[in-house]
């Protein structure tokens, strides 16, 4: 057949099939039995959509599922909200993020860093070299340990000293001439000296209760 040119709509009953290709490979056509209307390919190269702007829309046209721009951003929506948007330097993303149990957010190649829930405890896990946790905040600059909803447990201050807590009350904090306790400090033994060669022992025992010092 030769071009053929049309000035009206054409209409086609239910199943029947617009069919392209010396195979029929592509095919339009609605599926009566299942109420869909389905565009098929059954080549094995696939099949290609192509336009600077594509727009996955709802019947109405009043709501995006997915656009692309030319050369640009590809987004995702959620009831025509964007959650997900592709960029030059990544991903951005808008809302939560959520995973099942047992699965995880991994970072490296090789999923060397792995964030999970197992169910019953959250797990923070590396598998190759050190584990840093840096803050490099301009004002709030410290870093906080806590537990029991926001009790003290160990607090890193920049430029200055380490706390540690007993259930919400600090018992040791360093200086920038040593270190301070509060309340009493139970050790098995005390090395004073600038290094081990030239440490004191100090013993006190409730068998002795004499302060003793004997050298290395």
């Known amino acids: 057949l030769g071009a053929n040119t049309f000035t009206g709509s054409q209409s086609l009953g239910d199943n029947l099939k617009v ?26 190269n696939g099949l290609a959509l192509r336009s600077n702007v594509l727009m996955l829309q709802n019947s109405t046209g ?5 656009t692309t721009a030319n ?4 987004s995702l929506y959620y009831d025509n909200s964007i959650k997900l948007k592709t960029r030059s330097t990544g991903v951005t993303t808008v809302g939560n993020h959520g995973v099942f149990d047992n699965s995880y957010f991994g970072c490296g190649d090789g999923a060397d860093l792995k964030l999970y829930h197992n169910g019953t405890d959250s797990i923070i896990t590396n598998a190759t070299g050190d584990l840093y946790l840096n803050n490099t905040g301009g004002n709030s600059d410290d870093i906080k340990l806590q537990v029991n909803d926001g009790e003290a447990g160990i607090q890193v201050h920049s430029n200055g000293g380490v ?3 007993y259930d919400n009350s600090k018992k040791l904090e360093t200086t920038s001439s040593g270190a ?3 309340g009493t400090l ?3 033994e005390i090395g004073i000296g600038a290094a081990a060669a030239d440490y004191q022992q100090l013993h006190i ?3 002795d209760p004499r302060i003793r010092i004997f050298s290395w």
């Open 19 to 44: 069919q392209l290709g010396a195979g029929n490979d592509l095919q339009i056509y609605h599926d009566s039995s299942g109420n869909l209307s389905t565009i098929y390919n059954s080549h094995d």
């Open 62 to 66: 009043n709501h995006d599922y997915l």
């Open 71 to 74: 050369e640009a951003e590809v």
């Open 163 to 165: 706390d540690l807590y």
């Open 180 to 182: 301070t306790v509060t």
């Open 186 to 188: 139970v050790a098995n």
């Open 205 to 207: 025992t409730a068998a």
